[in-house]
C-alpha cells in the first residue's frame, strides 16, 4: 500500500464572487494576505502524532497572490486553485477557511478535489463548519466537518477512516467536536472538551511556507503568534467561545518565546504578531513573557492584535515599552454609550475608558480603537455617542463596523428572539461585518449605518487624522495610505490624502500632482461615492480644490 496522501490547504480569504458589496467601498472587503497559523499548527499536530504512514503537502492558497493588487483577483485564485487540485494525487484533502464569508470557496476547492480524486476523503473546518456543522456536511463532496479547535480532531478523523486504534492520543485529546457523513444521514458529535495544557501543543510546523517570497511582499511580513486560548469575557456579540471555549488557558511564556526565537533562527523572521484578544489578562504571565524577550540575544518586533483595555496599568505599558513595542496599541471599546455597554455584556466604565486612554497616551504610545454601531435596539442617538466619543479620544486610527449578528452568539438569539434578525443565513458571502443591514430598527437601516460608519472611517483615518498634526503622524500616515492603495484601487480619498502630504513632505510637485491627478480621473467614474467628501472642512480637501481649481484656470 502506498503512503497515505494528505494534502492541507487554506481557502482564499477574499470574496467569491464580484457583487454590489464588492463595487461599494463601505462593504468592499480588501485583500490582505496573512500567513495561516491554523495551517502550521495543524501541519505540526499532524506530522507529531498521527503514526499512519503518510505523506503531507501544506498549500496556503493565499500565499500565491501575496499582496497583489485587486485586480483579476477573483479568477487568478480560481485558475490557480484549478492547476493546484488538478495536478494532486490524493487519499485526504483537509480544507481550513478562516471566514464564513469563504464558505464557497471551501465549495469550489472540495468540488474539484472530487473531480480529480473522486475517491478522497474531505474534511472541512474554521468558522463555517463551527457554526453551522448540518449545513457543511450537507455539501455533496465534504465527508468530515470539524467543530472548533480543529488540530487533534483532524488526527482522529484519519484514524477513524484508516481503521487506526490510538489508546495514548484517545485518552489525551477526547475525540468530539466533529459532524460526518453515516448511511445517507449524519453523525454529529457535539464539541464539549478542548485543550486544557496547552504544553502538549507542537511548536508550529512553517516548513511548508516560502518565507524568500513572503519577505518580498515588504514592511507587513510577520509570522503569526498565540500565546492563550479561550476567553475568560462573556461579549455578548463575541463568537470566541464557539471556536476556543470559555476557559481561558495560557501557554508557557518560556515556550512562546522559545517559538519566537526559533522561527527567527531558522526563517530570519524578525516581525511577529500576537494574535489573541487578551494576552495581557494575567498581567504576572505577561510581565514575565515581556521579561523573557528582553533576555534574548537580539531584539525582535513584537505586535499585538489586541488589548483587553480592563488589563492595562503603568506596569503592563512599561513592559511594553521595555520590548520596543512601538506599533498603534489597539483596544476595542465597540460603544460610547453606557446603556449599549450593558446590554452587550462588555460592561466597561466610559470614565474608567477616558483615564486609561489618557496613561496610554502619557506613555507615548498611539492608539487604534475598534467600535461597532447598530446593535439591537440601539438608537440613532446612543450611535451618536459612539462616535462622539470616537472623535473626543482622538486616536490614530479607528475601526467603527456595522454590528453584525453572527449565528451562534447571544448577540443573534437575542435579535432572533425578538425578531431583528433580516439575512437569509444561507447568504455566507454576507456574514462579514462590512456588510451593514443584518439588525432591524425603527431608526436606521443598512444604508444608514454604511454612512454613518464609513463617513466616521474616513473623517477619523483619513480626512481628519490626528496623525496630520505633526510631521512625524504625516509620515506614519504617509506609509499606511501608501499600503492601502496598494490593496483598494480607486480610492479617491487614499490619493487625495497622500498629495497633500507629498506637498507638505516634500518639494516634490510631481508627487502631489501623480495622486490629485488620480483622485480626479477616479470622482469622474460614474457613481463614485467619494464626491460628498469633496465639501467637508479638511485640509487635504482644501488643498486638492485649490489645486483642481489652479489646473482649470490654466
Not at 484519519?158 to 453523525?187: A, L, M, S, T
Not at 490614530?396 to 454590528?403: A, F, G, I, L, M
Request: proline residues 4%; charged residues 25%; glycine residues 4%.
Amino acid at each position: 500500500m502506498h503512503k497515505v496522501r494528505i494534502l492541507l490547504v487554506k481557502a482564499p480569504i477574499c470574496s467569491f464572487r464580484e457583487d454590489e458589496n464588492e463595487a461599494n467601498f463601505a462593504t468592499r472587503n480588501a485583500y490582505s494576505f496573512q500567513p495561516s497559523y491554523a495551517l502550521a499548527c495543524i501541519s505540526a499536530f499532524l506530522l507529531k502524532y498521527l503514526t499512519l504512514d503518510f505523506n503531507l503537502k501544506v498549500i496556503d492558497f493565499n500565499e500565491f497572490i501575496g499582496n497583489a493588487t485587486e485586480d483579476d483577483l477573483i479568477e487568478n485564485f480560481k485558475s490557480h486553485i484549478e492547476n493546484v487540485m488538478s495536478s494532486q494525487r490524493l487519499d485526504i484533502l483537509l480544507v481550513s477557511a478562516q471566514y464564513m464569508f469563504n464558505q464557497p470557496w471551501v465549495s469550489f476547492i472540495v468540488n474539484l478535489s472530487k473531480k480529480y480524486n473522486p475517491e478522497s476523503k474531505v474534511i472541512v473546518g474554521g468558522g463555517f463548519s463551527t457554526i453551522f456543522p448540518q449545513k457543511a456536511i450537507s455539501y455533496q463532496d465534504v465527508d468530515f466537518a470539524v467543530i472548533g479547535e480543529g488540530e487533534y480532531t483532524a488526527v482522529h478523523i484519519i484514524n477513524e477512516i484508516y481503521g487506526i486504534k490510538d489508546p495514548h492520543f484517545q485518552r489525551q485529546f477526547p475525540f468530539d467536536g466533529y459532524i460526518k457523513k453515516v448511511d445517507g444521514g449524519y453523525h454529529l458529535e457535539v464539541k464539549q472538551s478542548y485543550v486544557k495544557d496547552l504544553t502538549c501543543l507542537p511548536t508550529p510546523d512553517w516548513s511548508w511556507m516560502n518565507f524568500r517570497k513572503y519577505s518580498e511582499t515588504g514592511v507587513h511580513s510577520y509570522l503569526p503568534i498565540m500565546t492563550t486560548r479561550g476567553c475568560p469575557n462573556n461579549c455578548t456579540y463575541c463568537s470566541t467561545r464557539l471556536y476556543w471555549g470559555r476557559g481561558f488557558r495560557y501557554r508557557k511564556e518560556e515556550d512562546v518565546v522559545a517559538e519566537i526565537y526559533g522561527s527567527y533562527e531558522k526563517h530570519e523572521i524578525k516581525h511577529f504578531h500576537v494574535i489573541d484578544d487578551n494576552p495581557a489578562f494575567n498581567n504576572t504571565w505577561f510581565l514575565n513573557f515581556c521579561d523573557l524577550l528582553n533576555k534574548l540575544p537580539i531584539k525582535l518586533s513584537i505586535t499585538f492584535s489586541n488589548f483587553s483595555i480592563k488589563t492595562i496599568n503603568d506596569k503592563i505599558l512599561k513592559a511594553l515599552r521595555q520590548i520596543g513595542f512601538n506599533s498603534p496599541l489597539s483596544i476595542a471599546i465597540e460603544t460610547g454609550s453606557s446603556e449599549m455597554q450593558k446590554m452587550i455584556n462588555k460592561r466597561l466604565n466610559l470614565d474608567s475608558v477616558n483615564k486609561t486612554v489618557k496613561l496610554i497616551r502619557d506613555e507615548g504610545f498611539a492608539l487604534h480603537i475598534c467600535w461597532m454601531i447598530g446593535f439591537p435596539g440601539e438608537t440613532l442617538d446612543q450611535i451618536n455617542e459612539t462616535i462622539q466619543l470616537a472623535r473626543q479620544l482622538k486616536s490614530e486610527s479607528v475601526q467603527v463596523y456595522p454590528v453584525f449578528p453572527f449565528p451562534g452568539t447571544q448577540l443573534y438569539d437575542m435579535a432572533k428572539e425578538n425578531k431583528l434578525i433580516n439575512f437569509d443565513v444561507n447568504d455566507f458571502e454576507s456574514m462579514r461585518y462590512q456588510v451593514p443591514g443584518k439588525i432591524l430598527s425603527d431608526e436606521w437601516d443598512g444604508t444608514i449605518l454604511s454612512e454613518i460608519s464609513y463617513d466616521a472611517n474616513i473623517e477619523m483615518n483619513f480626512l481628519n487624522s490626528p496623525l496630520l498634526e505633526s510631521d512625524d503622524g504625516c509620515k506614519r500616515l504617509k506609509v499606511r495610505v501608501e499600503t492601502l492603495t496598494k490593496r483598494l484601487t480607486g480610492h479617491v480619498v487614499a490619493h487625495i490624502v497622500l498629495g497633500y502630504l507629498d506637498r507638505n513632505m516634500s518639494t516634490s510637485k510631481t508627487k502631489t500632482d501623480y495622486h490629485y491627478i488620480k483622485a480626479k480621473k477616479y470622482l469622474e467614474e460614474a457613481d463614485s461615492q467619494f464626491a460628498k467628501y469633496l465639501s467637508w472642512n479638511s485640509k487635504p480637501i482644501m488643498d486638492y480644490l485649490q489645486w483642481l481649481n489652479n489646473i482649470n484656470k490654466n
